[in-house]
C-alpha cells in the first residue's frame, strides 16, 4: 500500500528547512515474509534429505561390491564418492540457514516439507522393492502424528523453570534477572513426546530390519540391502513425525493475533469523509465472550491538531490507541470499524516503502538492546544531524546529547534518556498521526516543556496529535478533548468549550439519537454518583433521563439532529439534567402531560407525562444558544443520611404502569 505524502511544512528551526524532504526521511516497510522463501526453504532440506539417501545407497553398494563380491578397490573408490554426499549436507544446511538467515520460523515450519516430499519418492521406492516394506514406515508416521497432534495437546507441557512461590517472591523483587527470563518464557512442549517418537523410529527401525530379513531369505532382497532399508524406513518415519511436530503448533506469525479485524465499508449517508486528519468511524472492540472494550466510537481529528483522550482508569484509552495503530496485535480481540489517515487506511500493511503514517510511543519506550545509532535506525549523514539536532533542542545539553548517540546499548541508558531517544526517532519519521500514551511519564519538567514545544512545531508541521496524559501544560495545549467512559466515547469538544463547562459544575454526554444509547446514557449517569450508597440516586436520575432519551427518539421535528446531546450538574439535594432541544417545549404539550401524570393508565406512553411525575420540576431554558429541557431532580447525600430514601412511590407507581 502506498501512503500519501504528509505535509510536510517544516517549523522554522529545522535543520532540513527548504531541503527535499525525500532524503532527511526514512521510508519504513511493514514486515513481510516472501513467498519464494518457504519455497527455497523446502528445496533445501530435499537437497539435504536426497543427499542422506546417497550415504545410504553408498553403505549398501561398500556392502555389496566390498563385503560380498570382495572387490577391494570399491573400497577407498566408494568411501571417497561418498563425501559429495556429506558435503552436499553440509552446503545445503549451510545454504538454508545462510539464505534465509532471520527466517527461523519459516525454516522451522516449511524445511519439514521438503523433507516429506524426499520421504514420499524414497517410500515409492521401497514399494517397487516389495510393498510390505512400505509397512513398518507407514504405522511410524501415522504413530508419530497420534504423537504429535491429539497426544502432545492432552499431556502437560514442560516449564522453563517451575519456579516455587517463594523462588518467584525472590524473582519479582527483582534479584534475579535470568531468573525473570526463565519465568517469561513460553512453555515448552510436554519431553513424553520426544521420547515416545524415539521409541516409535526404534520399533521401525527393527521392523524393517526384521521384515527385510525375512524378505533375503525368500530371496527379494540382498542381505546389503537389509540395514539400509531398515535405515530408510526410520528416515522415513522421522521426516514425517518432523512435520507432524512442525505443523502441530501455532504459527508464531499467528500466534496472540486478533481473533478478527474487519475494516466497515464507509457508510451511505456519509458523503463529507474528510482526505486529511483522522477519521474514526464506528470502532468497536469486543472480547471474545461479547464484551465491549470499545463501543461505536467515531470521531475525526483535524490535520495539525493536538487532542487529548480523557477518561477514568479503564476506560479504554490505551486501547484506543492500539486499535489505531496496531488491531492485529490485540490478542483474542474482535475490532472493527472505519479508520481513515489523510484518505488511507492505516490498518494496512504493506512490504514496499512508504511514509510513516501512525507512531504509537507507549508509557514504556520501545528500545532495541543495541546500539543509539540502531535505535535511531543506522540514520545517513543528514538524518543523523537531524536527530543530533532533535536530542540537542530536547536535551539543551551537548554532552547528554554525544552520550545518547554513542551508546552500545541503548537499554542502558536512563528511563528518560531511553524515552527522548524514542521521541527522536519518531520525529525522525515524520508520520502523520503521532500516538502518545503518557509522554510526561518520567520525564522532568524541563523535558516535559521542551518535549511540548517540540510536539506544537510538529503540529504546526500538519501532524495530528493524540495523547493520554495527566500533565497539565499538556492538556492546557491541546486543541480538542475525548472523553472516554467505559469504552464508550461521552464527548469530543474545543479543549477550551469542554475547560469552560466543567469549571462551571456541568458535565456533558453526546450520542446517536437512538433508544441503543440507553446503556451509554445510563454509564454516563452512574459516574456522576460514585459515593457508596448512592445507588438509589443513580436509578432516580438514570430513570428520568431514560425517558428524555425516548421522548428525543419520538421526535419528528425536522430540526431534530442525528445526536442526542445532556448535561447534568449536581447541587445540595437536587440534580440538574438538561437535554438538548431543537424547539422548546410547548405549553400544551406540557399541561398534556401534567393531566397524563396524574393518570397512571395514561403512562405506559407518555415519557414526558414520567418525567413529570419523577422529578421536581421541568422547564425550558435556554444557554449557549440552544434550547434546553431542564429538570430537576432530587437526591440525598448518602454520608449524610444513613438509609438510602426508597425508590419513590411514584417510581413505583412507574414500574407498575409499565408492566
Ligand atoms: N486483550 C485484552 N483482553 C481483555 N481485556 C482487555 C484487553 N486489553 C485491555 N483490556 C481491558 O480494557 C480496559 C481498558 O484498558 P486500557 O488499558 O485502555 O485502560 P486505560 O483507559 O488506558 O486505563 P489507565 O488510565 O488505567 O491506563 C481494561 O479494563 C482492560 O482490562
Redesign the pocket.
Known amino acids: 500500500m502506498s501512503h500519501q505524502t504528509v505535509s510536510t511544512n517544516l517549523p522554522p528551526d529545522s535543520l532540513n528547512s527548504g531541503k527535499d524532504e525525500t532524503h532527511s526521511t526514512r521510508l519504513i516497510r511493514d514486515r513481510s515474509v516472501p513467498t519464494w522463501a518457504a519455497i527455497l526453504s523446502s528445496l533445501f532440506t530435499f537437497g539435504t534429505a536426497v543427499c542422506t539417501l546417497a550415504l545410504v545407497v553408498f553403505a549398501l553398494f561398500l556392502h555389496q561390491l566390498v563385503a560380498v563380491e570382495n572387490i577391494e578397490i570399491y573400497a577407498p573408490i566408494l568411501g571417497l564418492s561418498a563425501l559429495v554426499p556429506v558435503l552436499g549436507i553440509v552446503l545445503f544446511e549451510l545454504g538454508h540457514a545462510r539464505s534465509l538467515a532471520g527466517y527461523h520460523d519459516l525454516r522451522r515450519r516449511s524445511g519439514p516439507i521438503g523433507g516429506v516430499i524426499a520421504a514420499v519418492l524414497t517410500a515409492g521406492g521401497l514399494a517397487m522393492l516389495h510393498p510390505l516394506l512400505l509397512l513398518p514406515p507407514l504405522v511410524g508416521g501415522a504413530l508419530g502424528w497420534v504423537i504429535s497432534r491429539p497426544l502432545a495437546r492432552m499431556l502437560p507441557r514442560e516449564r522453563a523453570w517451575n519456579a516455587l512461590p517463594e523462588e518467584a517472591a525472590s524473582v519479582l523483587s527483582g534479584r534475579d534477572q535470568r531468573g525473570l527470563s526463565l519465568l517469561m518464557q513460553r512453555t515448552r512442549r510436554a519431553p513424553t513426546v520426544d521420547a515416545l517418537s524415539l521409541g516409535v523410529m526404534g520399533a521401525v527401525f527393527i521392523a524393517s530390519f526384521a521384515l527385510a530379513s525375512w524378505l533375503c531369505l525368500r530371496d527379494v532382497l540382498v542381505s546389503a540391502a537389509i540395514a539400509p532399508t531398515a535405515l530408510i524406513s526410520a528416515g522415513i518415519s522421522r521426516a514425517l513425525f518432523i512435520y507432524w511436530r512442525a505443523t502441530s503448533t501455532v504459527d508464531p506469525e499467528y500466534a496472540e493475533r486478533a481473533a478478527h479485524v474487519q475494516m466497515l465499508p464507509p457508510r451511505r449517508d456519509i458523503t463529507d469523509q474528510p482526505d486529511s486528519g483522522l477519521w474514526v468511524d464506528r470502532l468497536s472492540v469486543q472480547?471474545d465472550r461479547g464484551q465491549y472494550?470499545l463501543h461505536d466510537l467515531s470521531f475525526q481529528l483535524p490535520e495539525g491538531s493536538i487532542t487529548a483522550l480523557i477518561?477514568d482508569?479503564?476506560?479504554?484509552?490505551?486501547?484506543l490507541m492500539r486499535a489505531l495503530s496496531a488491531p492485529l496485535d490485540?490478542?483474542?480481540?474482535q475490532v472493527e470499524g472505519n479508520v481513515r489517515l489523510n484518505g488511507l487506511s492505516p490498518w494496512m500493511r504493506s512490504a514496499s516503502p512508504h511514509s510513516a503514517a501512525i507512531i504509537h510511543l507507549p508509557a514504556t519506550p520501545l528500545i532495541l538492546p543495541d546500539s543509539s545509532s540502531a535505535n535511531l535506525l543506522h540514520p545517513t549523514d543528514q538524518m543523523a544531524q537531524r536527530a543530533e539536532y532533535l536530542l540537542k533542542s530536547l536535551l539543551h545539553n551537548a554532552d547528554t546529547t554525544r552520550r545518547i548517540l554513542q551508546c552500545r546499548n541503548a537499554q542502558h541508558l536512563s528511563h528518560s534518556e531511553q524515552k527522548i531517544l524514542a521521541f527522536v526517532r519518531a520525529f525522525s519519521l515524520r508520520p502523520a498521526l503521532y500516538l502518545l500514551d503518557r509522554p510526561e511519564d518520567g520525564l522532568s519538567e524541563v523535558l516535559r516543556n521542551t518535549l511540548l514545544t517540540r510536539l506544537k512545531d510538529e503540529a504546526r508541521r500538519g501532524a495530528s496529535i493524540l495523547l493520554?496524559t495527566e500533565d497539565r501544560a499538556m492538556l492546557e495545549a491541546c486543541d480538542y478533548l475525548i472523553s472516554l467512559q467505559s469504552g464508550r466515547l461521552v464527548e469530543m469538544a474545543a479543549a477550551d468549550e469542554m475547560r469552560a463547562r466543567a469549571s462551571s459544575g456541568w458535565q456533558r454526554f453526546v450520542a446517536t439519537r437512538e433508544l441503543e444509547s440507553e446503556d451509554a446514557l445510563d454509564s454516563w449517569i452512574n459516574a456522576q454518583f460514585r459515593r457508596d450508597g448512592d445507588g438509589a440516586n443513580r436509578r432516580a436520575v438514570c430513570m428520568v433521563a431514560n425517558e428524555m432519551l425516548t421522548l428525543a427518539c419520538r421526535s419528528d421535528d425536522p430540526a431534530a439532529t442525528d445526536t442526542v446531546c445532556f448535561e447534568i450538574k449536581l447541587f445540595a439535594g437536587r440534580c440538574q439534567l438538561r437535554m438538548q432541544q431543537p424547539q422548546p417545549l410547548s405549553s400544551g404539550a406540557l399541561q398534556r402531560a401534567e393531566i397524563q401524570a396524574t393518570n397512571d393508565d395514561a403512562l405506559t406512553d407518555a415519557p414526558l407525562a414520567r418525567v413529570l411525575r419523577d422529578s421536581l420540576a421541568v422547564e425550558n431554558t435556554h444557554h449557549d444558544g440552544q434550547h434546553w429541557m431542564e429538570v430537576s431532580i432530587e437526591i440525598y447525600d448518602p454520608r449524610k443520611v444513613d438509609r438510602p430514601p426508597q425508590p419513590a412511590a411514584r417510581s413505583q407507581k412507574n414500574v407498575d404502569a409499565t408492566s
Open positions: 472480547t472494550l477518561g482508569s479503564f476506560s479504554g484509552k490505551s486501547l490485540m490478542t483474542d480481540l493520554v
